[in-house]
């Protein structure tokens, strides 16, 4: 999508202001508890390391090593052992600060003039007067630059904690690449920006105030911080503190699709039984939401035969037959997982080959077999998953015996933008994505049956089931019961017409009777 | 007041820094340290407010021995000026002289007093300067504030490492001339580190002179003059030498001599020294004596020749003659 005009994003901005504020707070709060436990970490760290010498740069080097790892794979890596949300997402934030900090606390109380130490000891200061009266507030504005530069690095770096569930105005930003919406990235993006310029404001103005003998402002700013973290949730605390209604959690990918699928496993859940669901939708990729089923961390999600068999059994798909697909991946993932896949949902959201319909007609193209005349003429744009799968480009390849004159890899977002643009001629597509409808796409048919059946069906930890034996019934409510053209539609609804996916969810259901208003 | 008993260093590489060296310093006066660089003066300073720990003998301050005092009592009553001065960049110059007095927590109203005192006392008006960071003060001016910083808590001893060697030579004769008067008013004990000969024997009433760790001499700076120990302290005092000791005959006018007029009893010898002359005019009823070399005449030299003579040499005079 081009941005064509300032105006949208305002609009955008009035309508998601309930959105942007709840994302804004969620960055803020994760945001200053990690930067708080930074310094708390760092900043003693870094004087005892500085008091002692011994072990500093082991100490610093590895912080340093904590830093070198790319920050998706940081939070990834800490699933199994800490779940999803916010927990994970504050542990890495911190391990992000931790070496700005330490390393200016360190060199900053390095850098003290030796003479001013044995001009202070000679006046009879002790240890933690110096560092109090002379070491701290010389250092001070370096340890500031450190903290300021962890700060920064935290609040860019918390945009990605969406991917696992920790919200915040990542959730914007996801949320935008994900419908190719620039003004949803925007609305995420400038918060943010503005957020890591209004901390550096604070706290350069801090780091002013705090010039002098006087450690003052400083403190008054990592209370105020202290404050604004621990009060609402204390609140939280005191005002639900009766709520004892039993609780399962049940998640989905990042989409439209997903949220609106586990909204109406909500709406029915509720409806027939006491248990309250909290849902977790746009928790990041699927292996994500796999790891957080398995620790327990959520008791079910939304996920695709075709996936589980592929990507978590780590199977070829036997058959090309839906039912014959759903029953190695419910066996595959019952006997490897212990997680129980219930009956699919019957319309299928598989890979498909997707080009413009002015481009079909004018090539009279109807299946992927019809693109080989034309492959030295056409650029294609994929997904880098897609370009990588056996069942991908590569499966096209060697079925079809199909080699694009060029292909590009891209972000699912921008490969449509490539397509409207005329840089391509093909992608790759998901059958029931929003888009297909919105630029007229044409899926071209999979005559050589290349695309394994991928059919969505709830997967839940087998525990869950056995505690509450009744979602099973209530789900397979919904087997078989959606096809490929209504989950466009609702995915349209919300992807486009940005409906709420409870309502689209709720409407549905209540159309199909399963709903009793 | 201060007092070094058998005292030796010995620091970590096994390099004995300081050797065996005994001396009591007097209270009321200023005792200098000198030596050629690396002969541990400073160390044997920094062991007085156990900046530096001795490793042999015992140091006593008013005959306690330092190491059975509380470490902080014992700095805080000693005034401690470095060579690199060593001003607090973040503090005021208020708030630098303040450190001592408020560490032994002196009421606000006494040391806001206090500091306004002292730097009348070197000569900066308080109102100018009480709130100024150091870096908006010369050097000189620095270092008067590192002395008044040193002075603030009232302490009965200052020591000083070097104090003057980093300013210019005019700022630097400004404070010699300043500390010389102040510690007559104050009567503080002073030891005082240096290796500039011409400062030692312008401020010490004692000095002590230091080579490889071990004492050389110690003494008033006549007696240094007067009596080297040996061919180094000699040689460390210069080719100065004690203008009572000179040659009458170095005191006569340049012109030609004019015919005498001197009776024999007056007569003395160009090889006699301006003390022995000086004892003669004593004894004679003449103003001035006549000096002759052998049998020849060379000229006269009175009282005012000898005057003008001491006049010309009063830098080495300091510490009083044994007169």
């Known amino acids: 999508m081009i941005v064509s005009g300032i105006q949208p994003f305002f609009q955008l901005f009035q309508q998601r202001q309930d959105l942007l504020i709840t994302a804004l707070w969620e960055h803020v709060h994760m945001s200053l508890i990690s930067l708080l436990f930074a310094v708390f970490i760092a900043v003693p760290l870094g004087i005892l390391l500085a008091h002692y010498r011994k072990g500093a740069e082991p100490v610093i080097g590895t912080t340093a090593v904590l830093q070198t790892i790319p920050s998706l794979a940081l939070l990834g890596f800490l699933i199994p052992f800490l779940g999803i949300g916010t927990t994970p997402a504050i542990v890495a934030l911190t391990a992000y600060a931790l070496m700005p900090i330490l390393r200016n606390t360190y060199t900053g109380l390095k850098a003290v003039d030796p003479a001013l130490m044995e001009a202070s000891r000679g006046m009879g200061m002790g240890t933690l007067q110096q560092l109090h009266k002379i070491q701290l507030p010389l250092a001070m504005p370096t340890i500031m630059a450190g903290i300021r530069t962890g700060m920064v690095l935290i609040v860019g770096t918390a945009t990605l904690a969406a991917l696992i569930g920790a919200g915040g105005l990542g959730d914007l930003i996801m949320l935008g690449i994900n419908r190719s919406n620039n003004y949803y990235i925007l609305l995420g993006a400038i918060p943010a920006a503005a957020l890591a310029l209004l901390f550096d404001a604070v706290l350069r103005i801090t780091e002013k105030k705090s010039q002098g003998s006087t450690l003052m402002p400083v403190f008054v700013v990592i209370g105020a911080a202290l404050l604004l973290v621990v009060v609402p949730p204390v609140l939280n605390a005191v005002g639900s503190g009766d709520d004892e209604a039993e609780e399962i959690v049940i998640a989905g990918k990042l989409g439209a699709e997903p949220e609106i699928i586990i909204n109406m496993y909500k709406l029915l859940i509720e409806q027939d039984t006491d248990l309250q669901v909290t849902l977790e939708p746009g928790i990041g990729t699927t292996d994500v939401a796999f790891q957080a089923v398995r620790t327990g961390d959520i008791d079910g999600y939304f996920e695709f035969t075709g996936t589980a068999i592929a990507d978590l059994l780590g199977e070829t798909v036997e058959s090309n037959d839906e039912r014959a697909a759903f029953e190695q991946a419910r066996d595959g993932m019952y006997e490897e997982f212990n997680l129980v896949f219930l009956e699919p949902l019957g319309y299928q959201n598989t890979y498909a080959i997707a080009v413009t319909e002015e481009m079909a007609e004018e090539l009279n193209l109807e299946t992927i077999s019809d693109l080989q005349e034309y492959e030295n003429d056409l650029t294609a744009a994929f997904t880098v998953e897609f370009t990588d799968r056996a069942d991908g480009y590569p499966g096209i390849q060697e079925t079809y015996g199909i080699d694009f004159a060029e292909v590009q890899t891209m972000d699912p977002g921008l490969r449509l933008g490539a397509l409207v643009s005329g840089d391509a001629e093909v992608i790759d597509a998901y059958s029931t994505d929003a888009y297909m409808r919105e630029y007229n796409l044409v899926a071209l048919e999979d005559d050589e049956n290349l695309f394994p059946p991928f059919n969505g069906a709830p997967l839940f930890r087998e525990e869950v089931i056995a505690e509450y034996p009744e979602i099973e019934e209530i789900l397979n409510q919904l087997a078989g019961k959606i096809t490929e053209e209504e989950m466009q539609d609702m995915n349209y609804q919300v992807d486009e017409e940005d409906a709420n996916a409870s309502d689209v969810a709720r409407e549905y259901l209540t159309n199909e009777g399963l709903l009793t208003e | ?323």
């Not at chain 2, 005092?237 to 015919?259: H, T």
């Not at chain 2, 020294?273 to 004894?283: D, F, P, S």
């Open chain 2, 1 to 323: 007041m201060i007092e070094f008993a058998n005292v030796s260093k010995v620091f970590n590489g096994g390099t004995k820094a300081v050797n065996d060296v005994s001396f009591k310093v007097k209270e009321g006066e200023i005792f200098v340290l000198i030596g050629p660089s690396g002969c541990g003066k400073t160390t044997t300073l920094k062991m007085i407010n156990r900046l530096i720990d001795s490793s042999e003998g015992t140091i006593r301050v008013h005959n306690e021995n330092i190491q059975d005092m509380n470490i902080k009592k014992l700095r805080w009553n000693i005034g401690y000026v470095l060579q690199q001065i060593a001003l607090f960049p973040h503090m005021t110059i208020k708030e630098n002289i303040a450190v001592v007095p408020e560490l032994i927590k002196w009421p606000q109203e006494k040391i806001d007093k206090r500091v306004d005192e002292l730097l009348e006392m070197v000569g900066l008006d308080p109102g100018t300067y009480r709130d100024r960071k150091p870096d908006e003060l010369s050097g000189g001016q620095q270092q008067r504030i590192g002395v008044v910083r040193a002075l603030a808590g009232d302490p009965d001893i200052i020591l000083m490492d070097e104090p003057f060697s980093a300013l210019d030579p005019i700022s630097r004769e400004q404070l010699q001339e300043d500390i010389k008067k102040l510690q007559e008013e104050i009567k503080k004990t002073v030891v005082f580190v240096t290796h500039d000969i011409e400062e030692a024997l312008k401020l010490g009433h004692h000095i002590c002179l230091m080579k490889d760790g071990k004492v050389v001499q110690i003494g008033a700076p006549a007696e240094l003059l007067e009596n080297p120990a040996d061919e180094f302290v000699k040689e460390f005092l210069g080719d100065r030498k004690d203008p009572w000791a000179e040659k009458v005959s170095s005191l006569l006018p340049d012109e030609a001599p004019a015919e005498h007029t001197h009776t024999p009893a007056s007569k003395v010898s160009s090889e006699a020294t301006v003390r022995e002359a000086l004892e003669q005019l004593k004894h004679s009823s003449e103003n001035s004596l006549a000096v002759y070399e052998g049998e020849t005449y060379k000229g006269d030299v009175g009282y005012k020749e000898i005057t003008l003579y001491l006049e010309r040499n009063q830098s080495t005079l300091k510490g009083g003659s044994s007169l």
